[in-house]
């Protein structure tokens, strides 16, 4: 199963992803957390300690590794170096694992509007292209509002994308911005999921003025999602309303065609 979650900022995206992965991991299944956020921050919201946490950096950001792989240093445009470089190492070597999660960070480059064509660009297509292909795990994406990891050769092995948002138009019009990004490299298989609900009217409007994307379901509004942050919990446990939901997505899920 692979999923690859986004949506407006500051929406609960990061919060849903470490839920899920945490879900996933107690069931016993082999899980792969992925942050592919510019600003990362699931190693947060899955409670990681801080010592884990110190081991953890952006693959993007690693210039003696991008250079041994792509035989040029990272910023360098023009010139040759490798497009595809090994990575199949990477996702063992480079991440961190606590209560059966592994989490990954991608880090980011900055595209210019129509792609780096960069070592470290070359390094971060070729990486999320192998975690695409690895089998026998659930790989869960944490990306920003976008598409950008995704190209048309990558996107038929992405199981679903999950679009989080708030009982707010600006929100659900950024989900209709993502739904046409999607479908326009042939992503068809979105997901909706409402957070932040404080009352049954904020789900009918959602249900009302989804872009035409099928809700997976509800998370409800609740304070203690920061509480949690401030301690350095997780919000899988500290929060029991949030995991119930989360395991009630998780059987939809698992209960849907995902035909290819």
């Known amino acids: 199963m692979k999923l690859a979650i986004t949506g407006k900022g500051g929406v609960g995206k990061t919060t849903l992803t470490a839920l ?3 879900v996933y991991a107690d069931m016993g299944k082999q899980v792969l957390a992925v942050d592919a956020d510019p600003s990362p921050c699931l190693a947060g919201a899955l409670g990681f300690p801080e010592s884990l946490r110190e081991l ?3 693959i993007s950001q690693m210039d003696e590794l991008i250079e041994e792989r792509t035989g040029a240093k ?3 445009v023009g010139g040759y170096f490798t497009l595809n470089p090994r990575v199949d190492d990477i996702p063992e070597r480079f991440s961190i694992v606590n209560r059966n999660v592994r989490l990954l960070e991608m880090g ?3 595209m210019g509007g129509s792609g780096c064509i960069c070592p470290e660009g070359a390094m971060l297509k070729t990486l999320f292209t192998h975690l695409l292909f690895r089998k026998d795990e659930i790989l869960l994406l944490d990306m920003y509002a976008g598409v950008e990891h995704l190209g048309r050769a990558t996107v038929d092995f992405v199981d679903a994308m ?3 948002v708030e009982p707010t138009r600006r929100s659900l019009g ?8 999607a479908n326009d490299i042939g992503l068809k298989r979105l997901l909706l999921v409402g957070n932040k609900i404080r009352e049954d009217e ?4 959602i249900e009302k003025n989804t872009p035409g994307i099928p809700i997976l379901g509800f998370l409800p509004a609740d304070l203690s999602v920061q509480e949690a ?9 500290h929060i029991p309303a949030l995991k119930n939901s989360v395991e009630l997505m998780v059987e939809k899920i698992a209960k849907m065609d995902f035909e290819r």
Request: charged share 25%; hydrophobic share 45%; proline share 8%.
């Open 108 to 110: 980011s480059v900055d």
């Open 74 to 76: 990272p910023g360098m």
């Open 56 to 58: 953890l950096h952006p």
């Open 202 to 205: 904020e789900e009918r409007f």
């Open 162 to 164: 999950i679009v989080v």
């Open 174 to 181: 950024t989900a209709a911005q993502i739904k046409k990004l």
């Open 20 to 22: 899920l992965a945490q």
């Open 229 to 237: 942050d401030r301690l350095g919990i997780p919000v899988y446990d």
